[in-house]
């Protein structure tokens, strides 16, 4: 048989910090259809997925075309809701698996790309890319310390410290992560650690269970939408966006 890449979308309504935001409309269209559509502009993909415990999220895929697995709704993270779904959609070993988290509006093909190809030439089991920034104690976003191309901590903290000196861009945690299923089954296989609680990031289980995470530089500009303000701004930005404009909004509104 030969290998997949599959792209695997973990959505549940119950975010708290923005109630119900896989289906608030962007530009016309829920956010989690924005995120399937451009995920399956990305060269090399042969499946696109949204894996979720919800009829609302359902019915509204199948509405645009999209296709879902259906998960448990008492999976505490979405790492546990793709594992499920490539276990029930029988992926392999050999098969690369990318979580694509359900905020990223403004995810772009070609990252996705990346990520399948990196973790395809290399062998870590996760593959967590990473952009540089100077947005400075916002603990929404998840940055990282690495060595070479392995991570060695994520943090909702600005690191690392520059103490008593000028503060330098920070590498933050991107939601479009590469995973062989080996490493899927890890994490599934513990309970959360220590330091993935104290966190509150999910892949912070890997670290202590000491499997390495790979990392590379994505240039560019992202945009998780975790709260009220980021969806404002989503709202706006999805008004200019090429992607959208040029290629998704022509066959789906």
């Not at 199948?62 to 959609?89: F, L, P, Q, W």
């Not at 973790?119 to 952009?131: F, L």
């Amino acid at each position: 048989m030969s290998t997949q890449t599959v792209v695997l979308i973990p959505a549940r309504m119950e975010s708290a910090r923005l109630p119900d935001k896989p289906l608030k409309k962007i530009a016309g269209l829920p956010m989690i259809v924005h995120v399937a559509k451009r995920s399956q502009l990305a060269t090399g993909v042969d499946r696109v997925v949204v894996c979720t415990d919800s009829p609302e999220i359902l019915m509204v895929c199948e509405k645009y075309g999209v296709d879902v697995c259906m998960t448990k709704s008492s999976h505490r993270n979405g790492t546990e809701r793709i594992a499920e779904a490539a276990e029930v959609m029988g992926l392999s070993d050999d098969d690369i698996i990318i979580d694509v988290q359900g905020d990223e509006a403004f995810v772009l093909p070609e990252y996705i790309q990346e990520v399948a190809d990196f973790t395809r030439s290399t062998g870590y089991e996760c593959v967590v890319p990473h952009q540089m920034i100077d947005e400075y104690g916002n603990l929404n976003r998840v940055k990282m310390v690495s060595h070479g191309d392995r991570v060695i901590y994520f943090s909702r903290s600005d690191i690392p410290c520059y103490f008593g000196d000028i503060r330098q861009p920070m590498k933050k945690h991107l939601s479009i992560i590469g995973f062989r299923l080996s490493g899927l089954k890890k994490f599934v296989a513990s309970e959360p650690t220590p330091l993935e609680n104290i966190e509150r990031v999910e892949l912070m289980r890997l670290i202590e269970l000491g499997v390495a995470i790979g990392t590379f530089r994505q240039d560019g500009v992202s945009l998780s939408v975790d709260t009220v303000e980021d969806y404002t701004l989503a709202c706006r930005m999805m008004e200019r966006d090429k992607v959208f404009l040029e290629l998704i909004k022509p066959s789906v509104l």
